[in-house]
């Protein structure tokens, strides 16, 4: 172990005692031969800078946590469902308008088909969550779809199920975000004209909120989300009363506002098509819970399967709900900038800019400003498994101090983000890029599992994949529907979008996979003794604290050592000689002049003349090129330093049979130096200047 024992007299006679003393206890946790454990305080910054910026990050995001912490953030069911679920729950409150919005075309007698509309889009996700509820059992490891596809029918399908959700969790943050602040301005309408800025300021609040990790995040969208769940049946049950006593009284909208009705077009079958296809959007998120299985506590598989239950009723139930009660108080839609849907059935039920519109109308905005927070967790986590899996950048399988996939949380943010202002916050813009994708993940997750159920042949097989198979098919004529539907609107961008992603995965697992065939060695190869010579060259500026300690760290390297000075002065050049051979004597010093005042392209040269002069009968020997740096105190002083370094190792980075070794040098080491300088003198007394290696030519 590290440490020491240290005996120690006592006051009495013959009474010692021993003090084991043990460096590593403020760093590490000892937990067998050659196995420590780091303490947090191995990982605090040591500069004042840093330290600042730590107390920064923890104010804001929270003190690290540990690994074995992770099952400490695991979610209860009551904070997975607002957490995995605010995006399919919320959905209802933009959806009946893409209904109404497509209806409206047959005039105002068509809208009461918006209640049959929604009962089938229900019936829908009665079948799709049945059948997603078998996944989370078949897949607690999660990735949903990606993972059903990809080990039931191929490694491109499951890659295109993860292209889609990828579009689908980007669309539902921009879409969510932007309905939220459409909810905001039908209450306020002089927000309309800074909704832009809104919605970014939401998508921050939200990544910081991710950032924090998934224990507080569930804390943060609890309240809202069960409060629109709240005041959302509430508003149902007090509007079907009504409808039951016969006290109806029509929405008081604004005629300024309303869409006006064009009866230039018959109820037709394509007609009702595209009114599904626009509501079809209540059935996004609803896949999350499967892709985060391994976020809920033990037993994860049940548990998660119980939340997708809970979630599809209470999304059935709000869905069906305002489409029974805005069809019998009357609900229009509206030019953008006037009352939603929703907004004009919770002024009816509750009374316009009374207390529980206003709150019914904030508890809406949240839950859409939250909702976004499903696709927070689901795509971190599904990048994470492509990238340990080899198909994305290993990066966004790392967790940071909170065990979150920060990587994942970014960028999602960023490109949300950058939709948001490409258009405007317009939620009308945003939905025909939405729910092409989703589909395309029903589909396919529901084709897989019917090939699990026979491979895998367990209790009730037969009845699990009869489900399944009627979800796969149902899916598919609804694929088929929306994207022909939303084709020319937007949704051929998604259809062009699947397969570059497929392909940009190809490339990336590809580099991995060559990459690993080069690196791998044989099972059975043990690492042979040293056998190749070493060399080092010490690139110089001049004569100095910093370049004598290189020279020390190439001398512990090998004895073939040689300082290469390159430079376009020449009257600089003999003046570094006269002094070099009178302070490092035993260094041989290479001057190459530089008259088109190069610095990299003279260092590669004389390297690659060095290769050419070995002897051939010899193995190439290994180049250790030792570069002097200047470590600077502040961050202003690192522009004035050690730029050529930087220069140098770029161009040296992947030479063949070249290893570059940076020694810094520190104010503070003085000490140091002078007793590096000391030893220097005492292994190399002077004794004239030494001949160049045997068998290697001075090339000076």
Known sequence: MIGGRRPIQG??????????????????????????????AASLPTTPAGRA???????????????????????PKTKALPIFSSDAIS??????????????LAGLAALTLSIQISIAIALLLTVVSISYRQVCRAYPSGGGAYAVARENISQTAGLVAAAALFIDYVMTVSVSTASAVSQAYSVVPGLYGIRVELAL????????????????????FAIPTYMFVGLALLMIGLGLSRIVMGTVVPIPTPPDVILPPSPTEAVTILLLLKAFAGGSVALTGVEAIANGVPAF?????????????IMAVLLGVIFIG??????????????????????????????AETPLFVLFQASTALILFLAVNTSFNAFPRLAAILAADGFMPRQFSFRGDRLAFNWGVVVLAVVAATLIVIFQGDVHLLIPLYSVGVFVCFTLSQIGMVRHWFVARGPGWRWRAIVNAIGGLLTFIVLIVVASVKFGGGAWLVVVLIPIQVSIFLFINRQYRASAAQLSIKPDFVVPEPHREERVVVPVPGLSRAVVQAINVGRSISEDIRAVFITEDPEAAEQLRERWQRQVPHVQLVVVESPYRALAGPLLA??????????????????FVVIPEYVARNWWERILYNQSSKRMKTVLLGRPQTVVVNVPYRREDPAQFESAERGYDRLHPPSGSAPPPSGQPPLD
């Open 91 to 104: 959905s209802s409150a933009y959806a009946s308008d893409e209904i109404i919005h497509v209806l409206i």
């Open 297 to 309: 506590k033990p037993p994860e598989s049940k548990n998660a399967a119980n939340t997708m239950s």
């Open 322 to 351: 305002i489409a029974i009660v805005g069809v019998a108080f009357g609900f229009q839609p509206t030019n953008e900038g006037g009352p939603t849907a929703i907004a004009q059935v919770a002024t009816a039920i509750f009374g």
């Open 11 to 40: 006051r009495k006679p013959g009474d010692r005692r021993v003090r084991v003393e043990r460096p590593h206890a403020p760093y590490f946790r000892y937990t067998g031969p050659g196995q420590l454990v780091a303490k947090q």
């Open 606 to 623: 004389y390297l690659d003349v060095l290769d050419s002069a070995w002897p051939p009968d010899k193995p190439a020997p290994i180049t």
């Open 53 to 75: 910026w730590a107390r920064v990050q923890a104010a804001v995001f929270g003190r690290p946590l540990m690994q074995e912490e992770e099952l400490g953030e695991r979610l």
């Open 201 to 220: 300021i939401a998508i921050t609040l939200i990544t910081i909120a991710n950032l924090r990790g998934l224990r507080e995040s569930g804390n943060i």
